[in-house]
């Protein structure tokens, strides 16, 4: 019987070491594992599994030794090179950056909601944005009860979104305030004590890139590729895990009790939501959790049959390294 062999790509980077914490956890039936990164970083040490291991430098040869699997986290141009080469090599690649979620061939997947298009892949699977895993999680039992007509996202979402570059602004903001004329490694203006309407670069129609995945990723997991979304993301000057206010309009009328039963008894859920008593998720709830939480549910009366809901989840564990490890545990 054959191994089953492991490669993380990017093991060093934020989201690659979350991915190791969550491999830890979960104990998975994997024999062997090797970890790649680029050459800044090949020759560190890595403690993983009560073992040591080297990190490797990628590169075209890196999948001869036939990985049964991969973990992709090193951005969209790594990924563009070397998962093509990895999985040519019969190696099953889940690929946590940009390039392939909208491509047609590949199944961009969200455990919870669209478990059953992993087994459509052609050798590599998409992790979907952190924002848009989050969202569809809640939205996916909603629109299966109520068919989503119109979504409004409005994100506030952490520095570790950014990685070790914007966790370091936000470091050095705490450091250096109130003065506002430090170096900046990441954000095109100072992130603590501040909000930035400005995730990715900005497109010509005025949208960020951010806005852009999460309507056209959104669109492609619910399999509505005419679902009205419009998006404004916001990077805030919170550590980890965004939060979301997310409007939805539906097609059918609901009663806001049922619709609370619906997310309950969802997978991935946990439902925070006593407004009574001051209760509602915050990041503090989600961080190094794998759930999603949703709170502040209430209709929204401009509408026929809309609603508004609070939208939290840890965005390096379910926005990332948690989702991926999950699509590994499908294929195993």
């Keep these: 019987m054959n191994k089953n062999k492991l490669a993380i790509v990017g093991a060093t980077g934020l989201v690659g070491q979350t991915i190791l914490k969550v491999l830890e956890e979960k104990k998975l039936p994997i024999e062997e594992y090797a970890f790649f990164a680029s050459s800044r970083s090949a020759g560190k040490k890595i403690h993983f599994l009560e073992k040591e291991y080297t990190v490797q430098e990628l590169t075209t040869n890196s999948f001869d030794e036939g990985f049964t699997y991969a973990i992709f986290s090193a951005g969209g141009e790594v990924a563009k090179k070397y998962a093509p080469i990895a999985a040519a090599k019969g190696c099953i690649v889940i690929d946590n950056s940009s390039a392939f979620r909208m491509d047609g061939d590949v199944p961009l997947v969200v455990p919870e909601v669209n478990p059953g298009e992993i087994s459509n892949h052609q050798g590599i699977i998409a992790n979907?944005?952190?924002?848009?895993?989050?969202?569809?999680?809640?939205?996916?039992?909603?629109?299966?009860?109520?068919?989503?007509?119109?979504?409004?996202?409005?994100?506030?979402?952490?520095?570790?979104?950014?990685?070790?570059?914007?966790?370091?602004?936000?470091?050095?903001?705490?450091?250096?305030?109130?003065?506002?004329?430090?170096?900046?490694?990441?954000?095109?203006?100072?992130?603590?004590?501040?909000?930035?309407?400005?995730?990715?670069?900005?497109?010509?129609?005025?949208?960020?890139?951010?806005?852009?995945?999460?309507?056209?990723?959104?669109?492609?997991?619910?399999?509505?590729?005419?679902?009205?979304?419009?998006?404004?993301?916001?990077?805030?000057?919170?550590?980890?895990?965004?939060?979301?206010?997310?409007?939805?309009?539906?097609?059918?009328?609901?009663?806001?009790?049922?619709?609370?039963?619906?997310?309950?008894?969802?997978?991935?859920?946990?439902?925070?939501?006593?407004?009574?008593?001051?209760m509602y998720p915050t990041t503090l709830d989600s961080n190094d959790k794998d759930e999603v939480f949703v709170g502040r549910i209430r209709r929204d009366f401009s509408v026929n049959s809309g609603v508004n809901l609070w939208v939290v989840a840890d965005n390096l564990r379910k926005g990332a390294a948690s989702n991926a490890v999950q699509i590994l545990e499908k294929l195993l």
């Design 128 to 278: 979907p944005n952190c924002s848009t895993i989050q969202a569809v999680v809640a939205l996916k039992p909603l629109d299966t009860k109520y068919h989503i007509k119109r979504i409004v996202y409005s994100t506030y979402q952490a520095v570790s979104g950014a990685g070790y570059k914007g966790v370091l602004d936000f470091q050095n903001g705490i450091t250096h305030y109130p003065s506002t004329s430090y170096n900046l490694a990441k954000f095109p203006s100072p992130i603590f004590n501040n909000c930035l309407p400005h995730i990715d670069i900005f497109l010509e129609n005025g949208y960020t890139k951010e806005e852009e995945k999460m309507i056209n990723e959104t669109r492609k997991i619910l399999k509505k590729p005419d679902l009205a979304i419009t998006a404004t993301t916001v990077r805030v000057p919170v550590l980890n895990s965004h939060s979301e206010s997310i409007n939805v309009e539906f097609e059918k009328d609901f009663e806001l009790s049922e619709l609370k039963e619906v997310l309950q008894k969802a997978p991935g859920i946990v439902v925070k939501d006593d407004s009574y008593n001051e």
